[in-house]
DNA sequence: AATCTTATCGATAATCATTATCATTATCAT
DNA sequence: ATGATAATGATAATGATTATCGATAAGATT
């Protein structure tokens, strides 16, 4: 797992022209020290620790190249700020939410999955990908009667 | 489907106490004038045909309160602007979207509905909702090569 | 119908996440 | 080392949405 994401990054910049900056290098770090469902702040904020005069912009410019390298992925868009998760080595999921407390399941399941494609070939479509959140009351906030 | 919007949001207000009001009334109608999926300045568009005086704020807070009452669903919150959709008479559905060109496609299909109670079941949440879009190439733009 | 309480209005400023601008600096192929 | 060019960080700008506020209108009560 050592430098696999890095020399990703490496190899996607090169055959872009684009360039290995220190700064990306800080905010590819930062990333990949974060778990799951990061905002941009959250990763400007690590990335300050490792180096306190990054910027902002730079942060959000960074993470889109992560995200076009295949090393992020939007996670969802849902209360303002966009969140990002690990892609790689990290195989695809859907996420289900707790509309009371926020915990998030990453889950798979084959027959979703199964029937998405059948969707797709019902309307001729060709699959590029998806995005499911089921919402709901986990175990615990629907116990305790949904209002805490 | 005369009035029965109208009733409803007027029930709804009624029982927070609040009051129906002629901006409110307008920005319905013009909601109601128009197809899926439209955003609150497409809504503040419409609303300004029938009283030009409106203001955009006031069609903001009037289009929460149509989804509050159930007359109005978030049907995605992709591309900058949240779309909203009718939620009355206009049963559950998910969303198929061309990347290409951004066709969509509305389907309902009762195996990925099944197969969600079941994630449901299988983590011990209770169901309050999902948001499914699927991505993809529609015939018409896979078929002229994807790139136009 | 007049009144009184209170929600709502429209205009505008503020917020928040994200992008664009730009002069300076760093990268890397040569 | 050096030169072409991409990247940086600071800051302004954008776009969607929300908060503020004095003026107004809804609707219950008299």
């Known amino acids: 797992m050592s430098g696999d994401e890095r020399s990703i990054l490496e190899g996607y910049l090169k055959s872009r022209g684009l360039k290995m900056t220190k700064a990306r290098d800080t905010v590819l770090a930062a990333f990949l020290g974060l778990e799951s469902h990061v905002s941009a702040d959250a990763v400007y904020e690590a990335a300050r620790l490792i180096d306190p005069g990054i910027g902002q912009a730079t942060v959000f410019r960074t993470i889109k190249l992560l995200a076009d390298s295949g090393l992020a992925r939007e996670a969802c868009r849902d209360e303002g700020a966009r969140r990002y998760e690990h892609a790689y080595n990290h195989a695809h999921h859907d996420h289900l939410r707790c509309v009371q407390c926020g ?4 889950f798979v399941d084959p027959d979703i999955e199964r029937a998405q494609e059948a969707v797709y070939q019902r309307f001729g479509f060709k699959s590029s990908g998806h995005r499911l959140e089921l919402f709901g009351l986990c175990p615990q906030c629907s ?5 805490p």
């Open 103 to 106: 915990a998030v399941v990453e």
């Open 143 to 147: 116990s305790s009667g949904g209002q």
